[in-house]
């Protein structure tokens, strides 16, 4: 990667920076495409957040910023326009300056998921889904998918009145029949969505009972680990469809690529989209 | 390059900023000797600095500053520190944040020069030198000569009060020999300098009268042009001893490299030069 004076500059700001691989994820592809941009980790602190952003944003060969931990939904009070997704879920991905100085935002994480569905030939229309889950991931995947004509999208949350409060949200910005679940009993649904963190230790309960899902439905379970997680194998088990949530992160890409005007290499990835493959691999 | 989460970095600030030739440089040394750093372009206007800098800043992996045009003179009014040689010139090449949050500038260009003089064997000490040219670059070569035991140096500028004005700067700062020159006449001074923009277009005049230069006197052409300037040619015709400015950039860099921690890199390009000069081959 060779950056010159005329490199069009991106940042990526979290608090804590360390663990972040969309650095070298996307400075591999603007590399390999010949694309002159590259992407800075930044780590600014919550209370920092305003300030920078607003210098960044003043500087004329910074076109744009993504968002991770904790900025997500902090960032959304900062901007001038935000697509419906990150408006009904309260977060963003990322935020770019247009052309007219307006700084836009825009929310990947459930559009992620649903395109992962898509490519495991998992249906949503029609269909009934339970969320367990309401935080910030679930809250992206319940507006992603009250877009996309659910019969039924109850959500489940073990902390009171958030799955209460994200279903009325949700409700409210789409239409859509998004209800709240009064337990976490995954019988009757076609599709059960683990956006809990139950499963990143060993010794975590399972987040819903896998010997009351129905023979015919799916799983997926969003959580970014390098082995299977205890769900999974439950489901495998018993020969239930189960996914992780790797699948999100490479649907994802183009998503942000598009979103910076990157378009011909989105369309690229997303037709073909080994080469991320092999660039997530685990280290 | 490999820029990852844990990648510390740093910014070049100017405008405009396409020309800058530090990222290319500073990253190439970075990757070949192994240290996680980047060096970024930013393009930042004026009105913007201030809240640019305090923001990027308060970013806890941004670790300094690299400053260009037009920013050298008005981040001084920021810093909490700065160099003897910094306050004199009322410029810095540079800021970093210490370990106590303080922000600390320094100034190298009149380091550089005189580490050049140095390099080509031109002594500085109980000589007489005449520097026509007192803008930035100007006052830069000043400040550092004015350290370093002239006998005189005198200031010619053909902008009315400028000379007089640095003059009185650096001599109140170092309590050096420093004087206004009342023309441009170059007889009986040691040294020589062209620290003005006369050169840079085919059609301007020589910034001094080659032909009254003392046969034993030496030459610097501060400008940085890919081919000998017509001075440079003319003091060459009179058999007279002169150099180019581009010794100046080679001398700064360990200097940037020494400021910002990296001392053992520095150490190293300031015992053997031979990887920079040829990093800096005109592209």
Redesign the interface.
Known sequence: ???????R?FFILG?P?????A??LY?HLFTRHGVDA????????PP?LE??????M?????DGLWLTIPHKAALLGMLDRCDALGRAAGAVNAARRNADGTLEGALFDGTGFAKALDHFGIPVAGRRVLLVGAGGAGMAIAASLATRGVAELALFDAGPGRAHSVAQRVRAAFAAPVTTAESNDPSGYDLIINATPLGLKDSDPLPFDVNRIDANAAVIDILMTRQATTLLKACAARGITAHPGYEMLVQQIPEYLSFFGFDSLAQELQADSSEVRALLQPR
């Open positions: 990667m060779n950056i010159t004076g005329s490199t500059v608090d920076i360390a663990q972040v691989r650095p070298e400075n590259v992407l800075v980790p930044v780590q600014v602190p920092a300030g920078f952003v607003r210098g960044a003043s500087a004329r060969n910074i």
